[in-house]
């Protein structure tokens, strides 16, 4: 009796041992994955968003593409977090220190402006995880000395001169007024436009930083403007404000003349907020409208997107898609840690839907373009006019 429970006890063990070899057989033939974080950080709310929640819904595509294993095996599970800043620099500190101080985060994507940019560098550089903007554009950016940021995006040493360019060498109007916000963003680009506006022989008032943000009423501007005499007036700044000035200037007298702005206003806030006085303003963006592309990976993205989000793309949202695409390869490639990944954008080497990213020893992009848009109320959309370098900028 005896020996024959110690028969069954030892039959039992080994039927238990085959049981948990089999389970960890299992886990690894379903693929158990370590879940690694992807922070995406800007304006997911306010009144920038229109412009950041394009990119963010393109990662969240991405990523739910790569868990699903549309691009192959990863060793790893994906999970993006939002971590919204309404753009602001001063609440951006407090979202980094967040995430740096999480091991689970291993990277982030963003920050989306440049003035949460240079406020949130420092922390995420001193904590070594890799953060890459698309559409960050303050050229001062790269002066950081930052090891661990990229910029995916044409900076305002390429924005600036193809704005200024157009107003001088296309618009060529009499004189132009240069005007900003307050912001980082703004007051730059309006700085470097004046001085492109300047060499081509324009003559330029400028008002940089006039405009403060949130602010509605802009009739001293807009008198200054008119004063001026001015046919063309740049604007450095974000859709908010742009798309309550354009109509003060309709209205007060000034419709014959054309407003140019940057990629802060090729929003659609801008074009139904502004709505017929915004007719005719050109906007310059390191960005592609990639509905209007014909390549085949692009049709299967608008599609995947529209899908999902349930409206077509919107600025960035292929750029920041190419970024998401980056950290999926970067992963597949056994890349998943904070220096691991930081090394790979080191030396990136990929083609995605809007160009083909390497990175400079600045970690600047190695060739970046700007496109040139007009408004026009036909469809509600953008419509793109061409490449800088072929409108004379």
Known sequence: MLRSKRVTLSVVSAVSALALVAAACSSKSTGAQTTVKIAYQGALTGGNATLVVPGFNAVKLAFDQANAGKFGTLPVKIQVVGEDTQGSPTQAPTVANKVASDSSFVGVIGPAFSGESLAAGPIYDGAGIPFVTGSATRTAINQQGWAHWFRANANDDEQGPAAGNYIGKVIKPNCAFVASDDSAYGTALASTVQSVVTNAQVPVTAQISAVATGQTDFSALVTKIQASGCKAVFYGGYSPEAELLRPQLTQAGLSDVTLVGGDG?????????????????????????????????????????????????????????????????????????????????????????????????????????????????????????????QLGA
Not at 273 to 297: L, M, R, Y
Not at 301 to 319: C, H, L, M, N, R
């Open 265 to 389: 206003i090729k929003d659609t806030d801008y074009t139904s907020k502004a709505g017929a006085a915004g007719e005719g303003t050109i906007a310059t963006c390191p960005c592609v409208d990639i509905t209007k592309s014909t390549d085949p990976a692009a049709k299967t993205f608008i599609t995947d997107y529209t899908a999902k989000v349930g409206q077509p793309p919107g600025i960035y949202s292929a750029e920041y898609y190419d970024i998401a695409r980056m950290y999926i390869e970067a992963f597949k490639a056994g890349k998943t840690t904070r220096a691991a990944l930081t090394t790979y954008f080191d030396s990136v080497h990929y083609t995605g839907l809007t160009k083909s990213y390497t990175f400079l020893t600045n970690h600047e992009l190695n060739q970046a373009d700007v496109k040139i848009f007009i408004w026009k109320d036909v469809g509600g959309n953008w419509t793109f006019l061409g490449e800088s370098s």
